[in-house]
């Protein structure tokens, strides 16, 4: 029996271990972590000397485990990186267990939670080429599919573009290829970011911009190119919109525009709690129209969330529904916890043009609104807003105004005419 051991900030929080009679795993605080009075997952996991276990909960999602300690898993792209590394080894992916990926995310995972024993330890931060890392990305989307990619003409720069991979791109969460970097402040040098990086580098996500799945049948796992200035776009308006988001830009190399973006869980080195809504209220973010954004304001009442960050959630959600981010699941929205205990809203992110008709994905919103999932009006914005009705009125009237200047946004990001056109005729601007 594997025991897992969780820490935070140095200290053990719990144990965990997978029980094959209930068929999930189970959790214990230790005592010391419970007379520290710090929540890590209040609703799902309150601090107490009981053994928690919750069979009932999605396998595809939770992998038998708590939600807090799922979120750490690697999402699809990550799991496509592990399994093409397991391949070359010659270990069938599958028999490589949910408890396994997460030791192997180790010390590596977003947020602050850490997992012991580690099994891969990577204790520096090297160098990695960007053309390299994207050429491998591509091959890891390809292999998906059961396609052969030859990365060059040396098994052993393969094999290096493999390690640089496995050290960006194992523990980002999302469908689509990203890598977790560190990046200088001349924007001259890329650095593999799931380690402490050394002076002048800042902890970065990168979403690759051309890697693309081929695979109609599959989610989208990596983006046409010019999806990058597109992400772009959409950042520099919802800023506009008053929306709170980390610092954003474009790594252009080559024909490609990377976007980057800074991570909200790392300030210098050190490590922020996070908890995304799945894990939070074990929201599962794998079945679309089985939760609510109701239900999202009350998870943040029960947080004790503060009124203006209650205002900022309603921004976010208006502009979601004007601006047709269809992605809005619960893993992308999320908490973070501040010293001192309390919890606050996370900056936004994952904020793009997502809607495509007839994708059993993003046709519709993932979240409802006021029981609709499609077709809102004005009294569905409304519907969650009786306590800051006059506010409500005034956010929705600044995102309208604001997304109908798309062009200008998409003008400064380079956006693809093209894109620009079908993402213009999809905007809701009649509220």
Same mark, same amino acid.
């Given at each position: ?16 271990? &997978? *029980? ?21 997952? $209040?609703? !799902?996991?309150?601090?107490? =000397? ?8 999605? /396998? ?9 300690? %799922? ?15 397991? %391949? ?9 267990? +949910? ?16 997992? /012991? $024993? ?28 059961? @396609? ?10 393969? *094999? ?52 693309? /799945? ?24 919802? !800023? ?10 474009? @790594?252009?190399?080559? /024909? ?31 079945? $679309? ?17 503060? !009124?203006?960050?209650? @205002? ?20 992308? &929205? ?12 996370? =900056? ?8 495509? =008709?007839?994708? =059993? ?27 800051? !009705? ?20 998409? +003008? ?20």
């Amino acid at each position: 029996m594997v025991i897992t051991r969780i820490q935070l900030w140095g200290d053990t929080v719990g144990a965990m271990y &997978f *029980d094959e009679q209930r068929g999930c795993c189970i959790f214990e605080y230790t005592p010391s972590w419970i007379a520290k009075g710090i929540e890590i997952s $209040p609703l !799902r996991l309150p601090l107490a =000397p009981t053994l928690y276990q919750f069979p009932q909960l999605s /396998e595809a999602t939770y992998k038998g485990m708590p939600g807090a300690f %799922a979120d750490t898993l690697p999402d699809d792209f990550g799991n496509a990186v592990i399994n093409a590394w397991l %391949a070359r080894q010659g270990r069938d992916p599958a028999s490589f267990s +949910a408890l396994e990926r997460l030791l192997y995310t180790g010390k590596r995972g977003m947020g602050a939670l850490e997992y /012991e $024993p580690e099994t891969a330890r990577l204790d520096q931060s090297t160098e990695i080429d960007l053309t390299s890392l994207t050429r491998m990305a591509q091959a890891v989307v390809d292999q998906r599919r059961g @396609l052969s990619e030859q990365l060059s003409d040396s098994q052993q720069r393969s *094999d290096q573009a493999m390690q640089s991979i496995l050290q960006v791109g194992t523990s980002a969460g999302g469908a689509r290829a990203k890598a977790v970097i560190g990046i200088n402040q001349d924007r001259t040098e890329v650095r593999s970011g799931q380690v402490d990086l050394p002076p002048g580098f800042e902890h970065y996500l990168l979403k690759f911009d051309g890697v693309v /799945e081929h695979s109609r049948s599959q989610e989208t796992f990596g983006d046409p190119q010019g999806y990058g200035r597109m992400e772009y776009a959409y950042y520099l308006m919802a !800023r506009d919109c008053g929306i709170e988001m980390m610092p954003c830009e474009l @790594l252009e190399e080559g /024909e490609r525009a990377h976007f980057l973006t800074k991570r909200f869980d790392r300030v210098g080195n050190q490590k922020i709690h996070y908890q995304s809504l799945c894990a939070m209220d074990h929201a599962d973010y794998k079945q $679309p129209g089985h939760y609510s954004y109701e239900q999202l304001f009350g998870v943040m009442r029960a947080l004790r969330l503060k !009124r203006n960050e209650a @205002l900022q959630q309603y921004r976010r959600m208006v502009f979601n529904i004007v601006a047709r981010n269809h992605d809005d699941h619960t893993k992308n &929205f999320g908490f973070v916890l501040k010293p001192g205990g309390a919890w606050q809203l996370a =900056p936004a992110f994952d904020v793009a043009y997502s809607y495509k =008709p007839g994708s =059993p994905w993003v046709n519709s919103h993932q979240l409802t609104l006021n029981g609709k999932r499609d077709h809102f009006d004005r009294h569905d914005l409304l519907a969650p807003a009786e306590s800051f !009705r006059k506010q409500a009125l005034q956010i929705i009237e600044q995102v309208q105004d604001v997304v109908a200047d798309w062009a200008t946004y998409a +003008a400064k990001a380079q956006v693809p005419e093209s894109l620009t056109e079908e993402i213009k005729a999809a905007h809701r601007l009649g509220f």
